[in-house]
């Protein structure tokens, strides 16, 4: 594993931005694994910049997410759908059709599952799967469990994710449940780049990186993955190294 430590935010956020499009530029169809949340905010923000700019080019670049809500259409403005469309994919010149989620509406979740992981394996797999850090260790929604899930599944967020993500819902109810990629979907992308910043992540950081391999922790299976990248603030990597 690697380690660039970054002042703050903003240099997370540039260097995040500089190895996803050093991808797109080594790779022009290059396969990335996206997410949401806040942790990645920053680095969208600049790669929408850099394409506005001319410097990147995402015409053949594909895109897989991570995760979607379950019950929350593309048009609801929690939904990760919605969320990619507004910080990304609406602003750069990735063809609509090139870019992947699951579908939060889907009446059948296994079926829906099943065409997710097709989608993955269609593409030939993920070149740079990028990650943020649940404050429980999870990465996609795969939760602390028993076992490392495999493919795509529906999983029951937990307390913790729960009242995380109540933050972006008001007075509505945050969903229950939810599709994600699974742990060995994540764990065979060729590159892992991993980003975590502020203080409130030091310690999950730190078990995840430096404590016992375990479900109980979902990131810690990322140690033994061959090409991660972890980016992070100094506040996030105090008490790592
Ligand atoms: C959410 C998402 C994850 C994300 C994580 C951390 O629950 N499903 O993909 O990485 O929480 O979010 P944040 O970056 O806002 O801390």
Redesign the pocket.
């Known amino acids: 594993m690697r380690i660039f430590r970054t002042k703050d935010y903003e240099d997370m956020s540039r260097q995040a931005a500089n190895l996803l499009g050093a991808q797109v530029l080594l790779k022009p169809d290059a396969v990335l694994g996206l997410?949401?949340?806040?942790?990645?905010?920053g680095a969208y923000r600049l790669l929408r910049e850099r394409c506005e700019k001319g410097e990147l080019d995402f015409s053949r670049a594909r895109a897989i997410n991570?995760?979607e809500y379950c019950g929350l259409g593309p048009q609801h403005p929690q939904s990760?759908r919605y969320f990619m469309q507004q910080n990304l994919f609406d602003h750069i010149n990735i063809p609509p059709e090139n870019t992947h989620l699951p579908h939060g509406l889907a009446p059948d979740p296994a079926a829906e599952c099943a065409r997710y992981d097709a989608v993955i394996a269609g593409a030939g797999g993920i070149d740079m799967q990028l990650?943020?850090?649940?404050?429980n260790g999870?990465?996609?929604?795969n939760e602390p469990a028993d076992t490392f899930a495999g493919g795509t599944h529906r999983v029951a967020?937990t307390q913790s994710?729960i009242q995380?993500?109540s933050r972006f819902f008001g007075e509505e109810e945050v969903p229950r449940y939810?599709y994600?990629m699974g742990i060995s979907s994540i764990m065979q992308a060729r590159r892992i780049l991993v980003?975590?910043?502020?203080e409130?992540?030091a310690q999950i950081l730190r078990e995840a990186f430096a404590g016992p391999v375990t479900p109980l922790v979902p990131a810690s299976v990322l140690q033994l993955h061959r090409d991660v990248i972890l980016v992070g603030d100094a506040p996030a990597l105090s008490l790592l190294c």
């Open positions: 997410a949401t949340g806040s942790s990645p905010l991570l995760d990760y990650l943020g850090l649940g404050l999870h990465i996609g929604f967020l994710t995380a993500n939810a994600t980003i975590v910043s502020g409130s992540k």
